[in-house]
């Protein structure tokens, strides 16, 4: 699958290559001849020069898979974008389209109708976080995550709240599902009801096999 949507990709661009002048494909903008977006340049192995730009369209392309942190050439990249204008940008684009899509539905109007949130970087931010843990460039820390977590103090994401209230005020309840497990269900519902989603049908959380399992729970 990896393989073949790869070759589409470069079928594409070969036949958009070959349909036009190569000049123009050498040179995009004669003003910015460089690297264009995203213009920290990535070195992987054996692949020669790619900038973070192209990274990220691989990863969202789901072309690049099985990453477990962003090259750290592109740190300095996703901060920029997580914490200037950018980010807040693209929520807002995707807040409007859902708005419209719920505006558009047919409700039954009989309490049944239901959205579905997930939790991480979509009600809840943990922006504050990454910040302090390199914008994904360390790897993945389950105890100093779960510390996080734990302080129940992540912010909402503004476009997703705003999405919340609209999705309230159509008469639609709100679902969230997680992927935090049963033993965070209290600091989750505290830290979204203090980051201002104050009522919900449910929070789905994932079964936790360690609720389960005590010393004194073990085979005598
Ligand atoms: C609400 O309306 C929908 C669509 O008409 C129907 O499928 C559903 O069973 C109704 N639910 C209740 C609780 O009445």
Not at 36 to 64: D, F
Not at 117 to 126: H, I, M, R, W, Y
Request: positive net charge; glycine residues 8%.
């Amino acid at each position: 699958m990896k393989l073949s949507a790869i070759s589409l990709v470069l079928w594409w661009w070969a036949a958009a290559a070959s349909a036009s002048a190569p000049e123009a494909v050498a040179v995009v903008h004669q003003l910015r001849p460089a690297v264009g977006w995203g213009a920290q340049l990535v070195r992987e192995k054996g692949e020669g020069v790619i900038t973070c730009g192209s990274w990220r369209v691989g990863v969202e392309a789901n072309n690049v898979r099985g990453w477990r942190t962003i090259p750290a050439a592109c740190e300095g990249y996703v901060g920029h974008y997580m914490l200037g204008d950018r980010y807040r940008q693209d929520s807002i684009v995707v807040a409007i389209e859902a708005a419209a899509h719920a505006a558009a539905l047919r409700l039954a109007g009989n309490g049944s109708d239901v959205w579905v949130f997930d939790v991480d970087e979509t009600a809840l931010s943990n922006l504050p976080y990454y910040a302090r843990h390199g914008f994904g460039v360390e790897p993945f820390n389950p105890t100093l995550s779960n510390a996080w977590v734990n302080e129940g103090a992540a912010p909402a994401l503004p476009e997703s709240l705003n999405l919340y209230k609209k999705l309230l005020s159509l008469g639609i309840k709100i679902v969230f599902l997680t992927g935090r497990t049963e033993n965070q269900r209290d600091v989750t519902a505290r830290n979204l009801k203090r980051a201002g989603y104050h009522t919900w049908e449910k929070l789905v959380l994932k079964y936790c096999i360690y609720l389960f399992i005590t010393p004194s729970s073990s085979p005598s």
